[in-house]
C-alpha cells in the first residue's frame, strides 16, 4: 500500500469516495440547517482552531453559549 507525505496508508478509491460524500454533506448541513452564528462557532473552533474563549469574546458570549452552539452543530451533524 503506497502511504502519503504525512506517512498514512493512502485511501483506496471507495474510502475516497465515501470521504468526499460525507464531506459534501457536512457542508450542506453547515450551508442550510443551522443558523449563521452556529456555523460561526463550529468554523471558528473544528476549521481554524480558535479557542472556545477567544471566540465566546470575539462574538461578545459566554463561553457556556459557544459550547452550547458547538454541541448542538456537533450533534445535528451526527445525525446527517
Known amino acids: 500500500a503506497s502511504l502519503t ?5 493512502e485511501a483506496n478509491p471507495l474510502e475516497q469516495y465515501e470521504f468526499n ?3 459534501s454533506q457536512i457542508r450542506r448541513t453547515l450551508e442550510t440547517e443551522i443558523s449563521d ?3 460561526t462557532v463550529f468554523e ?3 476549521l481554524e482552531s480558535v479557542p472556545i474563549a477567544e471566540i465566546a469574546r470575539a462574538l461578545e458570549k459566554s463561553e457556556d453559549s459557544v459550547k452550547s452552539n458547538l454541541y448542538r452543530t ?3 451533524l451526527l445525525t446527517r
Not at 5 to 9: N, T
Open 5 to 9: 507525505a504525512a506517512g498514512q496508508p
Open 21 to 23: 460524500e460525507r464531506a
Open 37 to 39: 452564528e452556529q456555523r
Open 44 to 46: 471558528l473552533h473544528h
Open 74 to 76: 456537533r450533534k445535528l
